[in-house]
C-alpha cells in the first residue's frame, strides 16, 4: 500500500545470454497507482474497479486520476498515479523506508526466477 492505495511496479529485465546466464536489471520502470484508497474486497465493493485495479486503461477515466507531465521533474508527477520508479522510489526515501533494500530484494526474486528456469532455458536455446 501507498497511502491506503494499491499499487504495482513494471520492472524491466534484460536476459542476454541462458548459457552463461546473464541478466541485467533497469534501475527504473514504471509505477501505477490506484485512484480509490483500497478496502479489501467485500460485496458491497467488489466491483470498484478503481480500489482493486491499478491498469492506466481503467484509472484514467476517474475523476481522481492525476497526469504527471514530466515522471522525474514536474511536481505534479509526484503526485501522478502513473509515474517512475526513481521518482516513487524517492519520495519513499523521504519518507524513511529503504529503498536500496526494497531493490535488493526485487534484484533477488528477479536472479532466483530466472535460475529456477535456466536448465529449461538453456536447453530449449541449445535445440533451435
Known sequence: ?????????RIYVLLASSDPLR????????????TEEYEAADNANKTDIFKHLTNFAINKDNPNYVIGDDADLDFESRRSHKRSILNFFEELKNTGIDTDA????IKDVVIKTICSIQPILRHNSNSI
Do not use: P
Open 1 to 9: 500500500m501507498y497511502k491506503g492505495l494499491k499499487f504495482d511496479l
Open 102 to 105: 526494497i531493490w535488493s530484494s
Open 23 to 34: 541478466i541485467f536489471l533497469y534501475r527504473d520502470g514504471l509505477v501505477r497507482i490506484a
